[in-house]
């Protein structure tokens, strides 16, 4: 244990730090290490709103090694273009697939989400970058003022456009079509402390509590849920 940080320290990031390296790694460091050792094989890769109140380790209870995480404004995709250029998300699921052969990959979008309001409301003139982003979201818009039960239909449609997204990523299609990949659409809703996951037979989002699977991409083949 280290003391508690003295009155005068105003630096909460290195007494967090601190305490990270004094409490919490002594209790997990034969797991850190053995990653070390063995490298990282995680299943999964969670692509995530950037959103503080998303936490991704909470909701799925994994640890170390457990997650390839991508987050961006809005747990967007971006469309697989040819382009190749500087884009950290297509780079993150290139890696994710192609390196680590993830099982999964999760869209996970949220309720009272800025990046789907803002989609609706408009960027600042200055956020050229993030007004170009947001693009993404458009084809999920809904032609109506955007109240609360308008702004969750959004949510929820944007994480179905995003998997759709995920199908023109040739080594994506690849994998689902070759049953070795899985998608799934997640739309975590904070005040129910609840993921409701994307199911495709039904075409809608089905609270985890009261479902049969975590999640169905539009494309997984439908055979393989009627046995499930
Ligand atoms: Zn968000």
Redesign the pocket.
């Known amino acids: 244990m280290i003391p508690p940080a003295p009155p005068e320290s105003s630096d909460e990031l290195l007494h967090r730090l601190q305490r990270f390296h004094a409490d919490y790694f002594p209790l997990h460091q034969q797991r850190f290490q053995d990653l070390v050792a063995q490298g990282q094989h995680p299943k999964t890769l969670f692509i995530g709103?950037s959103?503080s109140r998303l936490v991704p380790y909470l909701l799925t209870g994994a640890g170390p090694g457990e997650l390839f995480i991508v987050r961006n404004v809005?747990a967007l995709v971006p469309p697989f273009d040819g382009s190749h250029g500087l884009h950290g998300t297509m780079a993150g699921i290139e890696f994710a697939v192609l390196m680590l052969h993830v099982k999964s990959i999760i869209v996970c979008?949220?309720s009272h989400?800025?990046?789907i309001r803002t989609a609706y409301e408009g960027a600042p003139e200055e956020a050229k970058a993030l007004q170009n982003w947001l693009r993404l979201v458009d084809e999920a818009l809904l032609p109506v003022q955007p109240c609360p039960e308008a702004l969750l239909r959004t949510e929820q449609r944007s994480v179905v456009l995003q998997l759709e997204r995920l199908m023109d990523y040739p080594m994506v299609r690849r994998e689902v079509e070759a049953g070795r990949l899985k998608l799934h659409g997640w739309h975590y809703v904070i005040e129910e402390g609840e993921v409701h996951v994307f199911d495709v037979q039904r075409g809608d989002f089905v609270p985890a509590s009261r479902s049969t699977h975590s999640g169905t991409g539009p494309f997984t083949p439908h055979v393989e849920h009627l046995n499930e």
Request: hydrophobic share 10%.
């Open positions: 709103c959103d809005g979008g949220h989400c800025g990046a």
